[in-house]
């Protein structure tokens, strides 16, 4: 049985049976895509930014929309002297991270001997102007020449989250 719904304020404009992306408001959920690591042991002692290898790929459904990422993992560190870090930015498309998506690092101190859990979550809006397929992918460097992580390891599972937002 079909239901007609009409009136001034614009529920009258779905009469199709259905809702489509461009009968939405903006600031609407138009989709979600989200990706778990392999749990595999990514590990760098690099202080240059390397790949995850965790990506995300969405294609947005308009050039205008907004595209959150959210990243959320938990380093395994330790370092030789006293001070251990993460830094953790987000790659559009392989590229430069932009200034937005940047995580800065995570800093804690601990004995020379002892692994360090450190949580971390780093989210940003971007803009990515495009209906092209666009892909996210988190890096991460070390704080200080002395350190070492796993950032995807067998406990941590990182997960990764693009929900394209309506312009």
């Known amino acids: 049985m079909t239901t007609t719904i009409t009136g001034a304020t614009g529920v009258n404009q779905i009469t199709d049976d259905a809702i489509t992306a461009a009968k939405l408001p903006a600031g609407s ?27 995300a790929s969405i294609t947005p459904q308009s050039a205008n929309s907004k595209i959150m990422v959210i990243f959320d993992s938990i380093a395994f560190t330790r370092s030789s002297n006293n001070e251990v870090g993460v830094g953790v930015s987000i790659y559009r498309g392989g590229s430069e991270p932009s200034p937005t998506m940047s995580g800065g ?23 990515p102007n495009t209906t092209n397929a666009v892909v996210y992918e988190p890096y991460f460097k070390c704080w200080g020449a002395s350190g070492h992580m796993f950032v995807d390891h067998l406990q941590s599972k990182p997960t990764l989250t693009l929900m394209e937002i309506a312009g």
Not at 31 to 38: P, T
Not at 106 to 115: A, I, N, P, V
Not at 119 to 125: D, F, R, T
């Open 105 to 127: 690092v995570r800093r804690l101190t601990g004995g020379d001997s002892y692994w360090i859990d450190i949580p971390y979550s780093i989210s940003a809006l971007d803009s």
């Open 29 to 55: 959920v138009l989709q979600v895509i989200h990706v778990k690591g392999s749990g595999g042991d990514l590990s760098t002692s690099s202080t240059s930014y390397v790949a995850s290898g965790i990506q």
